[in-house]
């Protein structure tokens, strides 16, 4: 039986490599199995479990994956998956997060940039009484 | 006898410091090994969406998709700048903040305004020093580089730029080349330049595509900065410990010096105060 190669990729690690002889991935139009020879097919899948028969074992060999996208070519398929659960509420809430981690990093400068002037404004005056003091003491 | 006191005192100080020292430089070179090893590890990733992008793009040519719009005039430039989160890395953080305000610069001669997103504590700090408009950050990065942290500081630049508040953005991290040399490093990330887009041999197929070849492409270019983005996070975190490791050696090996230098005075001094000592014995039994 003609065989193919399985990458499982991410941008964290090789997830797997291997030889399988049909694959299950779950894309996002639904379900897809694949043979050797398939015609080149792109796609996205969802979160969700890879099955593979192995040559030489009865076992289907099973990979999880968090979403990503499906590559096939006649010999060899390749999934790069991705690293972290996604979605685009998801994101945007990783962009909220992202801009008031920001935000917050500025207003602690902007609280230190007050403080300095505080000090600045508090030299000025002990200053000032002391020439004060100075000017009384003179004139006693 | 109480000579040299003080510097004896001073003697352990420096030992002290010595101990810490050759610590931090045990640990960053265990760390080093790591980093260097993820900083590979992130490589085929960005090679296998490179390619499949550059597939899909060539096959489908007036894929008009919003992050690959290129702008004539550049009025508003993201850089994100990448920095460690804790120092005592030699001049690592240094380098890389002077090629980026150099960048800042010669971007604001021409009139081009900047927002900056941070990763990295370094970074935050170096910003708020220089007062520029930070629109994202992520800090205490850790020593694994997360793409979960990544996400959100880089939806909030791509999607500027795909509103068209944006017309540039760059990115600036330290160059990992061996363990002695990290070099700061600039690269344009958008709008992507036609090298990232050439295929090494064009076949006349194409994929079938499912939903559809403009969503697919969206997809593809989004993971693909990421990743870019992701590589320049991990070799700056190699280049981090690599920085580290060089520079707490350079301080254990003064610390050494410092501690001969400091017991050589030590043993003057001693040898002086029984020499005299010998000679007042001396000169005392003399006039006797």
Known sequence: ?140 | MAVGKEILTKIRSVQNTQKITRAMQMVSTSKMRKTQERMRAARPYAEKVRTVMAHLAQANADLGHPLLARRDVVKRAGIILVSSDKGLCGGLNVNSFKRFYAKVKELQEQDVEIDVCCLGQKAVAACQRARLNVVASAVQLGDVPKMDKLIGPLTVLFKQYAEGELDAVYIVYSGFINTMKQEPTLEQLLPLTPQHMVVEHSHSWDYLYEPDAPSLMEFLVKRYLESVVYQALAENMASEQAARMVAMKAATDNAGNTIKQLRLVYNKARQAAITTELSEIVAGAAAV
């Open chain 1, 1 to 140: 039986m003609s065989k193919m190669h399985v990458e499982v990729v991410s941008t964290e690690q090789l997830i797997y490599s291997g030889e399988a002889e049909f694959l299950v991935a779950p894309a996002l139009e639904g379900e897809i199995g694949v043979y050797p020879r398939h015609v080149p097919l792109l796609t996205r899948i969802k979160p969700g479990v890879l099955r593979m028969t192995v040559p030489g074992s009865k076992e289907e060999v099973l990979v999880a994956v968090s979403g990503g996208m499906l590559e096939v070519q006649p010999t060899h398929i390749t999934v790069l998956a991705d690293t972290a659960i996604r979605g685009e509420d998801l994101d945007e809430a990783r962009a909220n997060e992202a801009k008031r981690a920001a935000e917050e990093s500025l207003q602690h400068a902007t609280d230190d940039l007050s403080t300095a002037k505080a000090h600045a404004a508090l030299a000025v005056a002990i200053a000032q009484l002391k020439a004060l003091d100075y000017l009384k003491k003179r004139v006693h």
